[in-house]
């Protein structure tokens, strides 16, 4: 029989002794041994092994991604692969990396050792005619390179004809055929082969059928990992042994799940095998005077800052958009919607760009085997080019620079699929279609119906292909809720805000003050009404003063909560969100007191309610009134963003209500003791709900100014209900130590809200004082 040729072949290489990826001084030297054709009948011809030494030798010895001084050993003699394997070992240096990787057939004797099948190897004389693991492992041991890197692509079981027995030895173990610990000398050696002890090594997607040439499951995956830079997990711009391990193994196992692969690592310290494109782009942070603006509780100031987003957004160096990207996302989701439209506007325009939209690999012959390439270019701001690439076999693809190059390999058939292009802005689908040719005559293309889980298409039979310059999908990374479509395009152009966005802010800033003044005026009126209620008949022919005195604490301070939340409201200089924090505390101290003023005609004492009581109630619910008609009609200036247990303030409110629940709930439950009436008792636990509620929703409010107003003025209707409450359960005979922890409790919680008050405020602005970004343009409500 004729011998297959052997070939060794040089790859390019970054010079010996030169820098690899982790900065390692010493030479990085692979020797590459592929068998796919065999002497002997009984060893099945393998299709991947010369693909597979192509595919690896080649991004090996990139100098850009491996760096290393390759050399291919193909369809050798077994002779002359371990006279190759051997001067790999025996001329290396201390500080060389070394990597060894096999691909072929692997086989057994009876004794259960691994063999690496040569061009001559015979199964009934492996030890003469085939490579020993044993003589490998002593190569390894005898080398004085301190770091050996092992690749077995081999199956056992499947490497045999049909008629040849394979005798139950017991599985080969590849690991316990090259075992840790014999190296000695402080070096490192690792082992990772494709499959495990029975497992088969795959080929493509099928052991034994006849099909295109392309690498195995487990070289494809080494091969892609490496090139894509898809196997930098942690994205440090380099490929360590780890990380490629891990990246293998999922995509092997995605595969084919009954392949297995597995390692056996023995190294001190990290081993980098690549360089890779993906380095991690890490954010800077945005300004100090833009943070601060971005705190102010006007949305106006915000507006402002969110247009100075904007410009870094496009800036190119990339830690400095990618620190603007993430402060325009966090604006999107936890501001108003008048500001998080325009964020959202400015990350819409922000996404990626492709040209083509789509590819289309037309007229490829039947039965071909040649991969076929297209060009996509990525288009947009910097950052939106800093692409990687999803695409699934038959696809790849590669980036370089702002130009991804896909490859497909050709099925046999029709195909129709799709790839994602995705940068820190956004992605974008692109759809991907290839025809057969069949003497000269083009088969149709496949229905975009059957587009695979991409989702580019989901029509049936009948739907037409995707048109080769139809737009692609694009999927941004925020999803914006600006109505108007001229929004996005104008969103990349000018300083000031899109004319659309304009008319939306002026229309809105006439509603809003329109509801301030409405909404104000209604509040102060109910709070005139309710301390002018002490000067009139209270029960019967009593005023307030005389019948109930321990009342007249609790209707000044509703009346002055009232009254200062309608000023707030009225004054055009205080901020809409700060007024609408202190109106929504005093509404819920008034909805409390509004329960207790009930109590005095529901406690059974008979009375009737007099001019006074009436009055009273009135004012109650006037200034409940205001509360609905503010919140109701000034919508999306309040949000919830969430309880942010970082910010001091919040910390020392939630400390507060503890306490103050905690001493409410315990009078709540001596009251349900002693001979008082159920309604008060009942009172008592609505206060302690909503001294649990309150501060919640308080502390959760976007602005925090807005939430610090709430507690706060919810805080002084609370002792100004409690206290007067607390002493005339006293002086009605109840325990007089509830007066006075009942006070505390509450006083605990009026401090504690006012010190949050001022403390949150010093952190919203800084020492660099009051910003004034956003000012110069007078882009919303004032």
Known sequence: M???????VPTPQSGAGSPGPGGSS?????????????????????????????????????????????SVVHNAASYEVQTHIEDLFADSRPEDLVLLHFSGHGLKNDAGELFIAARN??????????????????????????????FLDCCYGGAFGEGVTVRAAGPVNVMESFPAGRLGGGRGRAVISASSAMEYAFEGTTLTADHEVQPSVFTSAVVDGLRS?????????????GELYEYVFDRVREQNPRQTPGRDVEMSGEVYLARSRRKR?????????????????????????????????????????????????????????????????????AAPGVSPSSLAFDAIAPGSAVDVEQEVRVSGIPLAREVHV????????????????????????????????????????????????TDGVSEPSPATGLLGPAGVGSAGAGSAEPEAGSPPATVPTPEPHVEEVETTSAATTGDAPPVAVRSETDEAA?????????????AVVGGVFTMASMLLPWLGS????????????????????????????????????????????????????????????????????????SLSLVGHLVVLAAAVVALGGIRGVLTFAGIRWSRPWVVIVSLAAVVGVLCIADWAMYLGTADVPGYWVFTVWVWVVAALVTPAVALSLAPAAAGRAMVASWAVGLFGIVVPASWLAVRSGGEGRFLWVTAVSCGVLLVASLVASLVGRQGDVQSSGETQVGRSGDTGPA
């Open 121 to 150: 190897t015979r199964p009934d004389r492996l030890v003469s005619t085939s490579v020993p693991a044993d003589f490998v492992q002593r190569c390894m041991r005898g080398a004085i390179a301190r770091t050996i890197v092992l």
């Open 26 to 70: 010493g030479a990085r030297r692979a020797l590459i041994v592929a068998n796919d054709t065999y002497d002997h009948p009984s060893l099945s011809q393998l299709r991947a092994p010369e693909a597979d030494a192509r595919a690896l030798a080649d991004v090996l010895g990139d100098p850009e991604i491996g760096g290393f001084e390759v």
């Open 510 to 522: 006439a509603r809003v003050r329109r509801m301030r003044i409405a909404a104000g005026t209604t």
């Open 281 to 349: 782009i890490r954010p800077l942070p945005i300004p100090d005077r833009i943070a601060d603006a971005l705190r102010e509780p006007d949305p106006t100031y915000r507006r402002g800052a969110v247009l100075e987003l904007r410009d870094r957004l496009g800036h190119p160096d990339l830690g400095v958009a990618l620190g603007a990207l993430e402060a325009l996302q966090e604006v999107v989701r936890s501001d108003i919607r008048l500001v998080a439209d325009d964020a959202a506007a400015f990350l819409a325009a």
């Open 390 to 437: 999803e695409a699934e076999p038959p696809l790849t693809a590669i980036v370089a620079g702002d130009t991804v190059t896909v490859t497909f390999a050709p099925t046999g058939g029709p195909y129709a699929g799709s790839l994602t292009i995705t940068s820190p802005t956004g992605s974008v689908v692109v759809p991907v279609t290839a025809r057969l040719s």
């Open 229 to 241: 830079g898809d196997a930098d997990r942690d994205e440090d711009g380099l490929v360590s042994l």
């Open 2 to 8: 004729s011998e297959s040729p052997r070939r060794v």
């Open 542 to 613: 009593d005023s307030s003063a005389s019948f109930e005195s321990d009342l007249v604490l609790n209707l000044v301070v509703f009346g002055v909560l009232a009254i200062t939340a309608g000023a707030a409201l009225l004054a055009v200089a205080s901020p809409v969100a700060l007024a609408l924090g202190l109106l929504a505390g005093t509404a819920v101290a008034t909805a409390l007191g509004l329960v207790q003023l009930l109590g005095t005609v529901l406690d059974g004492r008979g009375d009737t309610p007099g001019q006074g009581w």
